[in-house]
């Protein structure tokens, strides 16, 4: 997966406001602002970013790894299982 895959399903979720759900079950909502995406928890409503490197890095383990593991991103990112349902979103597990 690209950045710009990312941010077009991040954009996707913003558009029709969606909420989406991490593994944990917690439910967010995504933004976007000057082209990095943010995660909005419901439980805060405030929204969260750790930046575009961030993502880019969380982008890289991802397509080495493909792990739906948040623990596995966690020295790259605080947002990983965000990321992560972001990404199942729209590429769900074969059933």
């Known amino acids: 997966m690209t950045y710009s895959e ?4 991040a954009q996707t979720a913003k558009d029709q406001e969606l909420i989406l759900t991490t593994i944990k079950g917690k439910p967010f909502k995504v933004g ?3 082209e990095v ?6 439980s805060t409503n405030h929204g969260r970013s750790d930046g575009r490197r961030a993502a880019e890095r ?6 080495e790894s493909s ?3 948040p623990k596995d991103y966690q020295d790259v ?3 990983s299982s965000y990321y ?3 990404i199942l979103h729209f590429h769900p597990y074969p059933k």
């Not at 990312?6 to 399903?9: D, I, P, R, S, T």
């Open 84 to 86: 992560i349902a972001l």
């Open 32 to 34: 976007i602002y000057r």
């Open 37 to 42: 995406p943010f995660f909005i928890p419901l």
């Open 58 to 63: 969380f982008l890289k383990r991802f397509n």
């Open 6 to 9: 990312l941010l077009a399903h």
């Open 67 to 69: 792990s739906h593991r």
């Open 77 to 79: 990112t605080v947002n």
